[in-house]
């Protein structure tokens, strides 16, 4: 079973600052690892994903995220934070086998950026 | 480009009413389709996908079912609904593969009273 712990429920920062959302997963096969962004009553928006290629993965609006299987981790950063970054970030897991798609998600972090 | 459109994006409901929230997907073809409850402080917990016309797995038990007439909808249903079915609800579709990402629909906040 895979599983998904994301660490601090709630991150405050400075504008400016460093952002760094800890992710640590759980898979029995290579997984693929995807962090997602969501804005107050809204979807989910894709940031970025991890499927075996690079382990360091750039996403949208300036964030990304390095795999490290010795961690078993997939931290998402960001080098300055905007206050437009406000958000609940939620990482995601998904096995690579089996005949299924599905992603299992953590409980989310909720990032606030203080001016 | 595709896109997901969901409905209503919100709704209040009597305890015991029926529910249904509809789903679709357009741009694509036999997308994987999903339904998850995101409650509060429990992130998103997957209540059903579908490969395919017909073909429902569900992950939970619960008061809710989900139907796939067609390509590319998919409808969350509920006979009664109970208090504890409130949350905000999300359909998503992916493509076939491993790896492909999933992407959401805005969200049905449904509150039952």
């Known amino acids: 079973a895979q599983s998904v712990t994301q660490l601090g429920s709630h991150v405050s920062v400075s504008e400016g600052a460093l952002v760094l959302l800890r992710c640590n997963y759980s898979s029995s096969v290579p997984p693929y690892l995807f962090w997602y962004v969501q804005y107050p009553n809204q979807g989910l928006q894709l940031l970025l994903k991890?499927?075996?290629?690079?382990?360091l993965v750039k996403g949208i609006n300036g964030f990304e995220a390095e795999f490290k299987k010795s961690e078993t981790s997939f931290h998402l950063t960001k080098p300055s934070a905007h206050m437009s970054d406000a958000a609940e970030y939620f990482c995601a897991v998904q096995n690579s086998g089996g005949s299924n798609y599905k992603l299992t998600f953590g409980k989310g972090t909720l990032l606030t950026v203080n001016p | 480009s595709q896109t997901i459109h969901q409905w209503p994006a919100t709704l209040v409901q009597p305890v015991g009413s029926p529910l249904s929230l509809e789903c679709t997907v357009e741009g694509t073809s036999n997308p994987n389709l999903y339904w998850y409850r995101q409650a509060a402080g429990r992130g998103l917990q997957l209540l059903f996908y579908?490969?395919?016309?017909?073909?429902i797995s569900s992950e939970v038990p619960q008061n809710l079912s989900a139907s796939r007439p067609q390509d590319r909808q998919f409808i969350l249903s509920s006979k009664k609904l109970l208090l504890s079915d409130s949350g905000f609800y999300l359909c998503?579709?992916?493509?076939?593969?491993?790896?492909?990402?999933?992407?959401f629909g805005e969200g049905s906040w449904l509150t039952v009273v």
């Open positions: 991890y499927t075996s290629a690079a382990t």
């Open positions: 579908s490969v395919g016309i017909g073909q």
């Open positions: 998503a579709w992916s493509g076939i593969g491993q790896g492909n990402t999933i992407y």
